[in-house]
């Protein structure tokens, strides 16, 4: 019954089981049922955040899915990956975890520093291919359309020399309204730069969010103390991430997850 009920709700607390089983007579510890799910190879997990699909979302990425599925690797290569993401001081957008002894959860080195209203945070647009990093700029304005194309005008084509993309690269960028906006599709146009057609509610799609993973990692571990720092380390540590670990889809990051910029399909 155990197995049965959480294989049907995944989301069913050990409390949920308790209070049912002894509805049904029958008296158990919640140690009992942990034991008697992880023997069936169950553990408790946090739920991963996924985007909210709608029935539309999902028959656009199968139809992104399949227009792709034989795409030859030299295709993806030739892709300049792109997105904007947050950076919080003191890690509060990742977690880390420590060893230590009983009862020394509070020793300085078993602690990550927190401040009020968790120490602000940074945004960054940054890009990349199969060939490396492109570039990472801090964004220290609300973002809008204008400001969008501007950044592409400093910074994509940049990028793309640096990189020594072939000729015909594809830039990729999701469906976010400045992203989409008819100034800045002209904008893309009277430049003659290639864009990938993008499925919304994607983001696992693309793998500069591994990338991003990896940059918070990296940058965690640095412990910036104040923004300016925060912002020094962010480019510094950027830099810093080789090429191989972009292109090569077997190495995985420090959580597990790999970069690689390779086919990326449904299932």
Known sequence: ????TVSKNPRTTRGDLVNELQRAGTKVTKATISNTLRRQGLKSCSARR???????????RLKFAREHLDDPEEDWENVIWSDE???ELFGKNSTRRVWRRKNAELHPKNTIPTVKHGGGNIMLWGCFSAKGPGRLIRVKERMNGAMYREILSDNLLPSARALKMKRGWV????NDLKHTARATKEW???????VLEWPSQSPDLNPIENLWRELKVRVAQQQPQNITALEEICMEEWAKI???TLSNPS????DGAVIGCHRQTED
């Open 1 to 4: 019954m155990i197995t049965r």
């Open 50 to 60: 996924v985007p909210l699909l709608k029935p539309v979302h999902v028959q656009a």
């Open 85 to 87: 993401t947050t950076i």
């Open 171 to 174: 830039f990729q960028h999701d």
């Open 188 to 194: 893309l146009r009277k430049k003659h730069f290639k």
């Open 242 to 244: 080789p090429a191989t």
């Open 251 to 254: 190495p995985e990051t420090h």
